[in-house]
Structure formats: C-alpha cells, structure tokens
C-alpha cells in the first residue's frame, strides 16, 4: 500500500509510524499499524480522554496483526502534560479514593479543554471523515471500513456513524450517543456497543438509547459485562481493568468485523 496524496488537499507526511494528515483547513498526528500479511479492511481507533497514548497505539498493532489497517489519529493533544503526569492522572481518577479523584480534576479539566470550543464536535467529525474518505478510497480494503473507540472515543463512533452512511459497522466501548431519533436513523451500519454495568452514568442511559435505537432502525447490540466499570479494556489502567471482560469484548469485535465486512479475497499490503 502506497502513502500518497489523498485528494488533492490532503496529504499524509510519514514519520517513523506516525504520520501527519494535512488539509488546507488543518492538520493532525495519526498513528498507522499496518498489517504484514493479509489484509481484511480499514479500521479507525479513536482515543480516550488522555489522547493517543501508548496504550491506544497498543490496541492499533494487536488489530493490524489480525489483518487490519488501523488508522488512530491524535483528536485532543495531550495538554501539555508529560506521559507520566498523564499516568498519575488515570491512577487518581479510577483509584476509588475521593480526595484522590479531587486531585486529579484540574488535571482532566486541561485535557478536556478542547472540548469546550464551540466547533469542536464539528472539526472532530471532519477529521475523521478525512481518514475515513483515505481508508475507503484504498482499493485493498475493498471499501470495507470501520470504526472502534473508547470512551470520548466511543461517543465520537456514534458520532462518525451518524454523519457517514458508508461506514460498514461501528464499535463505541463506554460512549455516549446524544442524538435524537431522527439523527440516529442516519445510522446505516450495525453498531455493537460494550459497557460495564458499574459504569453507573451510562448504564442509566443506556435503556433509553436502545429504545431510540430500535425506533429508528438502527442494527443495535449492546454488551453489558458484570463486575465492571468504566476503561475496563484499558489494560494500561489496572484499577479498571478487566481481563476476562476485555477478552471476551476482543473476540466478539473481530467476529463482528469480519461478518459485516465484504467477503473479498484478502489482499497482501
């Protein structure tokens, strides 16, 4: 597979395996796993709130080993903050003790802070169908292409399913999805969805988004797992972590790609 001009705006700049997307509007640091031998289609990954960090880029190679181009791009910068900071961050937020979890609130208040801008969403939404419209033009991937994030992430796959009736399935962990009816009847792919039934903030919305999902048609799954919270497939993260649950999640993406993507003959990049 050839990294060249995209359109004639966008082009990716390689470095090592990170590589820059450019436009005339912006540009962004994506991460790029590619697959050694056959490949099955195109994969978006999407970051949690800390950005793309090493466990994002983690998740990107374990995907691309099993025959995927992952494509994970860098949609909130890391604050400023130092790997390590950022480490201390997620020990406090999900360490179960107040006063740490006070602690750490300026901390996820500076990382959040892009979300807060007005056109935010909108930018968001328009970086990923840049990469989307790169993925899907790859005449490897057989216009087979999907997305999968977690947590802000995972609200940003609803999002990315909304707004592009192209995408072939979508896969939020832990997301939000706060659209109406008539947004989400947009939605043209199946969408598998996992939580973690200790997630408590959205396992209360999680009913209503069923019922919203079936009245407007949309091809709708969602995986509760026991004894679990928030970032639970985040391995990185041992106070939420899951193995038993983020195994089981794994497996059932990779059947859940494979029976909605076109059953072309694997290519070899």
């Not at 992430?153 to 909304?162: D, Q």
């Not at 399935?169 to 706060?178: E, K, L, N, R, W």
Request: with cysteine.
């Amino acid at each position: 597979m050839i990294w060249k001009e995209i359109f004639k705006t966008v082009t990716i700049r390689q470095r090592k395996r990170l590589f820059y997307m450019m436009s005339d509007e912006f540009g962004f640091p994506v991460y790029i796993a590619k697959p050694t031998g056959p490949v099955r289609g195109g994969l978006i990954v999407i970051h949690e709130v800390w950005g793309l960090v090493d466990h994002t880029k983690k998740v990107a190679d374990s995907f691309a080993k099993d025959g995927y181009l992952v494509m994970a791009p860098e949609l909130l910068g890391n604050g400023g903050l130092s790997p390590d900071a950022l480490s201390d961050a997620q020990k406090d937020l999900f360490s179960g003790n107040e006063e740490r979890r006070t602690r750490v609130q300026p901390v996820i208040r500076q990382l959040t802070a892009p979300q807060q801008q007005p056109d935010f969403a909108q930018k968001t939404v328009d970086k990923l169908e840049k990469l989307f419209n790169y993925l899907y033009d790859q005449p490897d991937l057989h216009q087979n292409v999907a997305v999968m994030g977690f947590c802000f992430g995972g609200s940003y796959s609803y999002s990315l399913a909304v707004h592009e009736p192209r995408l072939k399935a979508a896969v939020p962990f832990y997301g939000h999805a706060d659209f109406s009816v008539d947004e989400l009847k947009k939605i043209k792919c199946p969408i598998l969805a996992f939580y973690g039934e200790n997630d408590e903030r959205l396992m209360d919305g999680l009913p209503k988004l069923r019922e919203d999902m079936e009245e407007a048609g949309v091809n709708y799954s969602a995986q509760v797992y026991s004894d679990c919270g928030h970032a639970f497939f985040n391995d990185s993260n041992p106070y939420a972590y899951n193995e038993a649950a983020a195994k089981d999640a794994r497996a059932k993406v990779l059947n859940f790609l494979a029976e909605n993507f076109s059953s072309t003959e694997t290519t070899q990049t």
